[in-house]
């Protein structure tokens, strides 16, 4: 029996074609051009997928997620979207969709996440896996790390800097601010402090607070009982009570009202909540990590953001660097990435063009490392051969080109100290060409010309 797939888009013509399109591929297809008429069909029929524009006429496809996910929580959600809405939809893959697919559509790339989507409902995984960009493959929320590939830290003073910090602060109970862009890997920073603690063996709990809407906050953060308001069908579990023992990860936490600061901070300075509809305190042992890429000293000049919660997060702070300053992690993080798209998507692609290394290396990477992963995971789905060109490249990524080429250590050597200072990252790197190139800040071709230049002995 062919898996069933509801198409949910008020753009008729192109419903049309990715229905003609995925029932030539076998399935059977529904088409529905509102959020109204899909909660309608979703109350009498069954599906296996959804694939779900965010912007709808009559309600967002967040909204029409939740809705699914109550109703049947086996169908998978896949929402469709444009560049400029991709936090919206990494905020619902953390509610609890299984993906989402940039517009315009790539034929083989939404056939392949729903191949995957209609696997993971027919071989459930246990364990909720990171959906953020970090600079370390999937992990689980909970107590248990489950890497596939090794740990990855990079070579740059920055790197170096980020994980002196890491290892600093992480036995302490100290709480934490993380400080950074979008996309630069501070859930990574976290749950990397979490693991190096004296907690690890307890939960990591992550929160979007972005994502939680006020009415609901008291609920999501210290739980409730069963019948305490309308829609309250069954007890739940709040954020602060299952991270017992553990640490709490407030992601953008910047974007918390102003009356759920107020109950955030009588949490945190009384490590006891009470949920909602109860008369019992919970005692609660908990550390707490924030994130945000606003400046919270600005928020709290303007009286958006308490100035005694600020402090209270704020014992210890780390910056996250964005991406572009750290040049000589960029190709590091490249290939790590690279070898992560080959594992899911089943592919061997061995390497990039020069073009695409040089591009890289010149890029600005304003999504930072969680743009570097989608593009590159993309661009390996859409190779035929065994290396990724230019032309598989995102078209973004040549209209933001920065002006300026990448800085390289050579500009601070004359032309009589640069055979010494390659001799010296050769001898560091043990002879190996690309990782001296990657300390030079330079690429492999240029390392290679320098060498016969200066007809260094190998």
């Excluded at 709808?56 to 496809?61: M, R, S, Y």
Aim: aromatic share 8%; net charge negative.
């Amino acid at each position: 029996m062919s898996s069933k797939i509801l198409v949910v888009d008020d753009d008729i013509s192109f419903c049309v074609m990715l229905k003609t399109f995925l029932e030539k591929k076998g399935f059977n297809v529904h088409n529905v051009f509102s959020a109204k008429e899909a909660e309608s069909i979703l109350e009498n029929e069954f599906f296996d997928v959804v694939l779900t524009d965010i912007r709808l006429p009559d309600k967002d496809g967040i909204e029409l997620l939740q809705l699914i996910k109550t109703k049947s929580f086996p169908t998978q959600v896949i929402l469709m979207t444009g560049y400029t809405e991709i936090k919206t939809a990494v905020n619902a893959i953390k509610m609890g969709a299984f993906d989402y697919v940039g517009k315009p559509i790539n034929p083989d790339e939404i056939l392949h996440t729903i191949n995957q989507a209609l696997s993971k409902k027919a071989n459930p995984i246990v364990t909720q896996e990171e959906t953020e960009i970090t600079a370390t493959p999937s992990k689980s929320k909970s107590n248990a790390q489950n890497n596939t590939f090794p740990f990855v830290k990079g070579i740059s003073d920055h790197s170096g800097q980020l994980h002196d910090y890491i290892e600093l602060v992480a036995p302490t109970n100290m709480s934490v601010l993380i400080i950074g862009d979008s996309g630069t890997g501070k859930e990574y920073i976290a749950h990397s402090i979490h693991v190096q603690s004296k907690r690890m063996d307890k939960p990591f709990i992550a929160v979007d607070c972005g994502a939680i809407p006020k009415d609901l906050a008291s609920s999501e953060f210290f739980g409730h009982l069963k019948g305490s308001f309308t829609g309250a069908f069954n007890d739940k579990t709040g954020h602060f009570e299952a991270a017992n023992g553990g640490t709490l990860f407030l992601d953008e936490v910047g974007n918390l009202s102003y009356e759920v600061q107020i109950q955030l901070l009588r949490a945190l300075q009384e490590r006891k909540i009470k949920p909602v509809g109860s008369n019992n305190e919970i005692a609660v042992d908990i550390r707490v990590i924030a994130a945000t890429n606003e400046d919270l000293q600005e928020a709290v000049k303007r009286g958006d953001f308490r100035e005694d919660l600020y402090h209270r997060l704020n014992e210890f702070s780390i910056k996250a660097p964005r991406l572009s300053e750290r040049k000589n992690d960029i190709l590091i993080f490249a290939n790590y990435f690279l070898e992560m798209a080959n594992h899911d998507l089943e592919k061997d692609i061995q390497g990039f063009s020069q073009p695409v290394t040089d591009l890289f290396l010149t890029y600005d990477w304003p999504g930072n490392l969680r743009e570097m992963k989608n593009i590159i995971k993309r661009s390996v789905l859409l190779t035929r051969g065994d290396i990724v060109q230019k032309e598989v490249l995102p078209q973004e990524m040549f209209e933001n080109l920065t002006q300026n080429k990448p800085e390289s250590e050579f500009q601070l050597y004359s032309s009589k100290d640069e055979e010494k200072a390659i001799v010296e990252a050769l001898e560091k790197a043990k002879f190996n060409k690309t990782k001296a190139a990657q300390l030079l800040g330079i690429d492999r071709k240029t390392l290679y010309n320098k060498i016969k230049l200066y007809n260094i002995d190998l």
